[in-house]
């Protein structure tokens, strides 16, 4: 049977990559299929089921913007306006920008806003506001509309949105418009709640091979919330992911977001250039064609906690795939997509093979670059090329909680073609497609990855 499939092949992949505990879901002909596999914590351990809670990370992001998308078709907020027609009081590093900004650009990142601002606005109802207040500290990468970047920044500005439009805190909008309405009884922000439930914790391996549970259980506070903040199930991510397969309406009938709309969340509004997430971006979702069909997902990495929702819309076919392990859920949760999709659909998903190693062309790109929190490091031996990716020092140094550990060189190499795309190749992230950007003289000046622009800094 299908199902026993499925569960062998999660528990044998899920003790491949020495993963604590894991939970999958598909829908597939009209019926769901589960697979669930090991424990919640090494320290506490739970066996893992259909409604344990696992930190979505940026899967939240689809949340944001469909609850947007219902104030849309409210006649509530115009995704065209310009952003300080819902939170006049913005203030960014430029005043033209602030000015120009618009709703849209928020949930497709081509605001121009850098990644994030690391900053800890507490627990309050007012945890969203004093986020966005600081946003004037927040670097501008591009002018508005011109390229995607992802930013967490602007997700938490979209959440900020909704709260001035509803007048509820950015949680209970998306209750009131969203959770309750669809049944979403295991979707939870506040970690006061979902500490009364069965939940996984992150766990990350050290370089010694041993596992240590990752503190604290979700980084980042409520004023993170809109762009990382939801604990959810797989039961309710493939009820989430069945939603947007279908024609906008709770089971019950009830109309959610008219149909119309949520169809415009996946048409595309950007490209996206040597991307493994995708080909472009549709309203919050990452669009892909594989294998000659097209698929609609969203990934989310938290610390120690990997997510992964995919759908293909054409054939009424839905994938959830969550794991607690840094950072091998992220190969795991890759595994489980590829094979439901050529087992259940025949639709294979490959890697593209690097060109052979080129030493003028891998010269010409090492060296160092980084965004507002990270950096990365391009570097060659002479024989082959690695990626390294840390959180900045000052940064880590700065946090009160602790942080991910940094991802260690990997070996990547540069794709065929102008010789600016590039894979990774081993490690926590195989797979990731990036490419470098070159300035009007044709010199190498950042670098993409899982979306997010990276700036250079030093060459080799």
């Given at each position: 049977?299908?199902?026993?499939?499925?569960s062998?092949?999660?528990?044998a992949?899920a003790?491949?990559?020495?993963?604590?505990?894991?939970?999958?879901?598909?829908?597939v002909?009209?019926?769901?299929?589960?697979?669930?596999?090991?424990?919640?914590s090494?320290e506490n351990?739970?066996?893992?089921?259909r409604?344990?809670?696992?930190?979505?990370?940026?899967v939240?992001?689809t949340?944001?913007?469909?609850?947007?998308?219902c104030?849309?078709?409210?006649?509530?907020?115009?995704?065209?306006?310009?952003?300080r027609?819902?939170v006049?009081?913005l203030?960014l590093?430029?005043e033209?920008?602030?000015a120009e900004?618009?709703?849209l650009?928020?949930?497709?990142?081509?605001?121009?806003?850098d990644?994030?601002?690391?900053?800890e606005?507490?627990?309050?109802?007012?945890?969203?506001a004093?986020?966005?207040a600081r946003?004037a500290?927040?670097?501008?990468?591009?002018?508005?509309?011109?390229?995607?970047s992802?930013s967490q920044?602007?997700y938490?500005l979209a959440?900020?949105?909704?709260?001035?439009?509803?007048?509820?805190t950015?949680?209970r909008?998306?209750?009131?418009?969203l959770?309750?309405?669809?049944?979403?009884?295991?979707?939870?922000?506040a970690?006061?709640d979902?500490?009364?439930?069965?939940?996984?914790?992150?766990?990350?391996?050290?370089?010694d091979?041993?596992?240590?549970?990752?503190?604290?259980?979700?980084?980042?506070?409520?004023?993170?919330?809109?762009g990382?903040?939801?604990?959810?199930?797989?039961?309710?991510?493939?009820r989430?992911?069945?939603?947007h397969?279908?024609?906008?309406?709770?089971?019950g009938?009830?109309?959610?977001?008219?149909?119309?709309?949520?169809?415009?969340?996946?048409?595309?509004?950007?490209e996206?250039?040597?991307?493994?997430?995708?080909?472009?971006?549709g309203?919050?979702w990452?669009l892909?064609?594989?294998?000659?069909?097209?698929?609609?997902?969203?990934a989310?990495s938290s610390d120690?906690?990997?997510?992964?929702?995919?759908?293909v819309p054409?054939?009424?076919?839905?994938?959830?795939?969550?794991a607690?392990?840094?950072?091998?859920?992220?190969?795991?949760?890759?595994?489980?997509?590829?094979?439901?999709?050529?087992h259940?659909?025949g639709?294979?998903d490959?890697d593209p093979?690097?060109?052979?190693?080129?030493?003028?062309?891998?010269?010409e790109?090492?060296?160092?670059y980084e965004?507002?929190?990270?950096?990365?490091?391009?570097?060659?031996d002479?024989?082959?090329?690695?990626l390294?990716?840390?959180?900045k020092?000052?940064?880590?140094?700065?946090?009160e909680?602790?942080?991910?550990p940094d991802?260690p060189p990997?070996?990547?190499?540069?794709?065929?073609?102008d010789?600016?795309e590039?894979?990774?190749?081993?490690?926590?992230?195989?797979?990731?497609r990036?490419?470098?950007t070159?300035d009007?003289?044709?010199?190498?000046?950042g670098?993409?990855?899982?979306?997010?622009l990276?700036?250079?800094?030093?060459?080799?």
């Amino acid at each position: 049977m299908a199902h026993d499939t499925l569960s062998d092949f999660v528990a044998a992949t899920a003790t491949k990559f020495g993963i604590p505990g894991v939970a999958v879901g598909v829908w597939v002909e009209g019926r769901e299929v589960y697979a669930c596999h090991g424990v919640t914590s090494v320290e506490n351990p739970v066996p893992v089921d259909r409604d344990t809670l696992f930190a979505l990370a940026s899967v939240t992001k689809t949340y944001t913007a469909s609850v947007l998308m219902c104030l849309v078709a409210q006649g509530r907020v115009d995704l065209h306006a310009p952003v300080r027609r819902y939170v006049p009081e913005l203030a960014l590093a430029d005043e033209r920008v602030a000015a120009e900004i618009t709703v849209l650009q928020l949930l497709n990142h081509t605001s121009g806003l850098d990644w994030s601002v690391i900053v800890e606005t507490g627990e309050g109802d007012d945890a969203l506001a004093g986020y966005v207040a600081r946003l004037a500290d927040l670097k501008l990468i591009t002018p508005p509309g011109t390229r995607a970047s992802y930013s967490q920044a602007g997700y938490n500005l979209a959440g900020r949105i909704v709260e001035k439009v509803t007048g509820l805190t950015y949680e209970r909008a998306v209750a009131s418009l969203l959770a309750e309405p669809l049944g979403l009884s295991h979707s939870l922000f506040a970690p006061l709640d979902v500490m009364t439930r069965r939940f996984a914790v992150g766990h990350n391996r050290g370089e010694d091979g041993a596992l240590s549970v990752a503190r604290p259980w979700r980084p980042g506070g409520r004023g993170n919330n809109p762009g990382a903040g939801l604990a959810s199930s797989v039961r309710d991510q493939l009820r989430w992911a069945r939603f947007h397969l279908g024609d906008g309406r709770a089971e019950g009938g009830e109309r959610v977001i008219p149909v119309e709309l949520l169809r415009s969340m996946t048409e595309p509004t950007v490209e996206l250039r040597g991307s493994s997430a995708g080909d472009a971006l549709g309203i919050a979702w990452f669009l892909r064609g594989v294998d000659g069909v097209r698929t609609v997902g969203h990934a989310g990495s938290s610390d120690g906690q990997f997510a992964e929702l995919l759908t293909v819309p054409g054939r009424d076919f839905a994938v959830v795939s969550l794991a607690n392990l840094g950072p091998d859920g992220i190969p795991f949760n890759q595994a489980v997509l590829r094979w439901a999709l050529e087992h259940y659909l025949g639709v294979v998903d490959r890697d593209p093979e690097p060109a052979p190693y080129d030493e003028a062309r891998a010269a010409e790109v090492a060296g160092s670059y980084e965004n507002d929190a990270m950096t990365l490091l391009v570097a060659t031996d002479g024989a082959g090329m690695t990626l390294e990716v840390g959180i900045k020092p000052e940064i880590r140094a700065a946090l009160e909680t602790e942080a991910p550990p940094d991802y260690p060189p990997a070996a990547m190499g540069l794709l065929p073609g102008d010789g600016d795309e590039y894979i990774i190749t081993e490690g926590g992230l195989t797979g990731q497609r990036g490419f470098f950007t070159r300035d009007a003289t044709g010199g190498v000046v950042g670098v993409d990855l899982a979306g997010r622009l990276f700036t250079r800094v030093r060459a080799a």
